[in-house]
């Protein structure tokens, strides 16, 4: 009798093993896949944060333009950490956040001097409407760019095994 209480107690064991190495399995592939998703998303806010920005200068809201200028500068800092380097992304959203200063510069300058000399205002504005088409250059180039990183084409839905 006391050899079949040992024989299920080390069947039983050896099950629960299996259960655990089951668990611990699948607790690793869903915490690497919500690594994959938070790290997706931060790249897509990215993309989002340079498309709000386009759209503020656009649209000429002086408060949304400080507002997502100011969120861009923050993007392109946390790209430094999200792309290789090889992709230049950081490079192109530092460009954009540049034409974005210039422009809303321009907006300050002309809600600020509204009866000044026209010559300065004719030659920021010449800058603002330049820095506005390279601005526009400059999305399309991150969306070629940053496209691997935020599309789902590839992706394979999460399995037990």
């Not at 299920?8 to 099950?15: E, K």
């Not at 897509?44 to 949304?64: D, G, H, M, S």
């Not at 940053?146 to 037990?160: A, L």
Request: proline share 1%; aromatic share 14%; hydrophobic share 40%.
């Amino acid at each position: 009798m006391g050899n079949y209480v040992t024989l299920a107690v080390a069947i039983s064991t050896g099950f629960i093993g299996m259960i655990t190495c089951i668990i611990a399995y699948s607790q690793m592939k869903i915490a690497s896949a919500k690594v994959k998703l938070d790290l997706y998303e931060r790249r897509f806010n990215i993309y989002v944060t340079a498309l709000n920005c386009y759209r503020a200068l656009y649209k000429k809201q002086p408060e949304e333009i400080a507002k997502y200028t100011y969120e861009l500068m923050k993007s392109c800092r946390e790209a430094q950490f999200l792309f290789k380097e090889d992709d230049v992304i950081y490079e192109i959203l530092t460009k954009m956040h540049r034409n974005g200063g210039i422009i809303e510069g321009y907006r300050e300058y002309i809600s600020q001097n509204a009866n000044r000399s026209k010559v300065n205002s004719d030659i920021f504005h010449k800058d603002s409407v330049n820095a506005l088409r390279e601005f526009e250059k400059n999305l399309m180039d991150l969306e070629t760019k940053i496209k691997p990183y935020i599309q789902f084409e590839n992706v394979k839905g999460w399995t037990f095994f």
